[in-house]
């Protein structure tokens, strides 16, 4: 009975336009980030006291929820193989299986993991500068059934990702023709380590991926972009 349903991406539209009796009414607006807010900075004034000084290690970071939709799996692969290199693992959130991961890291003593709870949305920014390179990685169980919206904030400021999902997510289905992150759909313990040495060590790639992704939001999912498609949507109901 809607005039109009919209959905964020390929993947979701597939799955919901059989179920319109009129497949006209089924648009595709991906969700948009506010680039006023989310922005590459120079200048980490604004971080919690939990950062300390820097202590010159690159930063692999995650922020956002510690459950079931992530897998922790090559993560904790990763962390006991490159325990002698110069980076560190940051985990940043809450979750049912947050608990379980802080037992898992302690059994396995893994000192280049720190994990810590929500910080305030003010701070986000920042925190998202600070990290090096960002992970997302889906529980291969639910890949199909999420788009985790944390990678426009991520791309917003300017900064690489690497991304462990299948061939028949959404995420992959956004990021397969984006030049901005090392994209993992097999072997994902190894091929995740593996990631990480290669942007670790490479400080240009780490920028030129950054850089490809912040164009692409600026030119495809800023508020403004976004906003003049649901209106134009609404002006031609």
Not at 26 to 43: C, E, R
Not at 57 to 68: D, M, R, S, V
Not at 147 to 159: E, G, L, N, Q, R
Request: one cysteine or more; hydrophobic letters at 40%.
């Amino acid at each position: 009975n809607s005039d109009a349903v919209v959905t964020i991406d390929n993947v979701f539209y597939s799955t919901i336009l059989p179920r319109l009796n009129d497949r006209r009414k089924l648009h595709i607006i991906p969700n948009f980030v506010d680039t006023d807010l989310y922005k590459p900075l120079k200048s980490q004034q604004l971080l919690p006291a939990i950062f300390g000084e820097d202590n010159k290690k690159i930063k692999i970071l995650y922020a956002g929820n510690i459950g079931f939709f992530q897998d922790w799996d090559p993560i904790l692969f990763a962390a006991k193989e490159l325990s002698n290199e110069n980076l560190e693992f940051w985990i940043i959130g809450e979750g049912v299986q947050k608990l379980n991961l802080e037992k898992e890291v302690k059994n396995r003593d893994l000192k280049n993991i720190l994990i810590f709870p929500y910080q305030n949305r003010e701070h986000m920014p920042s925190i998202i500068n600070y990290g090096d390179v960002h992970f997302i990685s889906i529980n291969p169980k639910m890949e199909e059934n999420g788009f985790p919206s944390k990678i426009y904030t991520i791309m917003a400021c300017a900064k690489p990702l690497i991304v462990i999902t299948g061939e028949k997510s959404p995420l992959f289905n956004f990021f397969k023709n984006k030049d901005c992150a090392e994209l993992i759909t097999n072997n994902r313990n190894i091929n995740f380590t593996n990631s990480i040495r290669k942007l670790s060590n490479d400080e240009k790639l780490r920028k030129d991926l950054g850089m490809n992704g912040y164009n692409e939001i600026i030119n495809n999912y800023s508020k403004e972009v976004i906003v003049s498609k649901y209106a134009n949507l609404l002006n031609s109901l």
